[in-house]
């Protein structure tokens, strides 16, 4: 089992809705979870952290912990063709900060 | 302007030889970080380090050789044991007691 999974895609969403992206883990203790959005050919660039369970909105981003069932996700609202990006699922498993990477879930925002 | 700097952009190896890919920070992080980025495929960690002259390997060592001489400069050696090097090459950094991790721009290595 891989240590975090994330569903490849791509997802299709159309311009002005809400895009779903979730991520799964598989070490029960990690405390630290990120998400990056990369763009082709670019490097992955912070866009949320959250450390807690429950919600955590930054602008039109909102990520959600849920330790019980070892999942977070990240939710666009409002989409915009610039969010058309691969996320990349980050989690800290054994809280001695390195980070576990989830292979991406490819996003295309169709105006 | 503070930032994490990689060089070259793109970088082409022949076969059986060593190339260094540069990496530097003046972010005053205490860590650094190098991952291999496959098409498709997540971060693979190939080695870090917390303090100047030490460094640990990650998931993806065999093949690759780092140095950590200056708290600034993490260079990484892809060595002509590492069969199947081509792959972008991430280079990041954090602050001492911090999970989160600032990226470079990235080195892309092809082999002739």
């Known amino acids: 089992q891989k240590e975090v999974e994330q569903n490849s895609g791509p997802l299709s969403v159309p311009e002005g809705a809400i895009a779903s992206l979730n991520c799964t883990y598989s070490d029960r203790g990690s405390q630290s979870f990120f998400w990056y959005r990369q763009y082709s050919g670019k490097s992955p660039e912070l866009i949320m952290s959250i450390y807690s369970n429950g919600d955590k909105e930054d602008g039109r981003f909102t990520a959600q912990l849920n330790k019980a069932s070892q999942y977070v996700s990240l939710l666009i609202r409002d989409s915009q063709p610039s969010d058309s990006a691969t996320y990349l699922c980050?989690?800290?498993?054994?809280?001695?900060?390195?980070?576990?990477f989830g292979a991406g879930t490819t996003v295309t925002v169709r105006a | 302007d503070g930032g994490i700097t990689q060089s070259p952009k793109y970088l082409f190896r022949k076969e059986g030889q060593n190339v260094t890919l540069s990496c530097e920070q003046n972010l005053n992080h205490d860590a650094m970080y190098w991952y291999r980025q496959d098409p498709g495929q997540g971060l693979r960690l190939i080695y870090y380090?917390?303090?100047?002259?030490?460094?640990q390997k990650g998931d993806i060592a065999e093949g690759y050789s780092v140095s950590r001489e200056k708290k600034e400069s993490f260079p990484l050696t892809v060595t002509s044991a590492q069969k199947n090097p081509t792959a972008f090459y991430l280079c990041?950094?954090?602050?001492?007691?911090?999970?989160?991790?600032?990226f470079g721009p990235g080195t892309r290595l092809l082999v002739l």
């Open positions: 380090s917390q303090i100047v002259n030490d460094f």
């Open positions: 990041a950094s954090s602050p001492l007691a911090e999970e989160t991790q600032y």
């Open positions: 980050a989690v800290n498993p054994s809280n001695d900060y390195k980070l576990s």
